[in-house]
């Protein structure tokens, strides 16, 4: 049985709308942040992904490198960072939660298309990180994966399922790796 997929057929349900916002956000973004380094200028980048629909915390750091596809779908908490060069290709909405780091490189993706489709159209699914996770650098997180509260997500993985709180995965298939125990006090 011969089987063919027909890229012609292909529609993308996002709409011109959306894209005109994409085109908007993305010539605003470049133009007010770009000079700024790293962390620098968090106050004016929150002001600007609120100001494109993004609900982000006031001690929340977003570095200027970050490419954030659709802030409306952005959802980043208290004391929580996207570092350098990370991309949110949120199609889907990504949740960030509470004192979480997304480290350098990082790829969060909430969109893929049906293998199963002639069409292959677009599909979509949240991400969300809990409280106190870890995504190191260079790591791939999947549509649909939530990141358990605690949990580290090692360099270079590449997680396409739920990663368990308080654990430690790495690799490709991300695997667990160990229990994360966070020893002493803080002083």
């Known amino acids: 049985m011969e089987q063919q997929i027909d890229l012609s057929k292909y529609q993308n349900k996002l709409g011109r709308k959306h894209q005109i916002i994409r085109l908007i956000w993305n010539l605003i973004w470049i133009s007010t942040t770009w000079f700024l380094p790293r962390s620098i200028g968090s106050g004016w980048k929150r002001f600007i992904l609120k100001l494109f629909g993004a609900q982000i915390h006031s001690s929340a750091c977003v570095y200027s490198s970050a490419k954030i596809y659709y802030p409306k779908n952005l ?3 208290k004391n929580s960072c996207i570092a350098d060069k990370v991309n949110c290709y949120n199609v889907a909405p990504i949740i960030i939660r509470d004192n979480v ?6 790829y969060l993706c909430t969109a893929s298309h049906n293998i ?3 069409k292959h159209e677009l599909i979509t699914s949240p991400i969300t990180i809990e409280s106190q996770a870890w995504v190191a650098a260079d790591a ?3 549509m649909g994966v939530t990141i358990g509260e605690g949990a580290v997500v090692g360099a270079r993985a590449c997680v396409f399922k739920d990663v368990e709180p308080w654990s430690v995965v790495g690799g490709n298939p991300a695997k667990f790796i160990k229990k994360r125990e966070i020893k002493g006090l803080n002083k």
């Not at 780091?101 to 990082?106: L, V």
């Open 75 to 77: 959802i980043l908490g």
């Open 101 to 106: 780091t997304i480290s350098q490189f990082s």
């Open 116 to 118: 199963y489709s002639t």
């Open 140 to 142: 791939f997180v999947g």
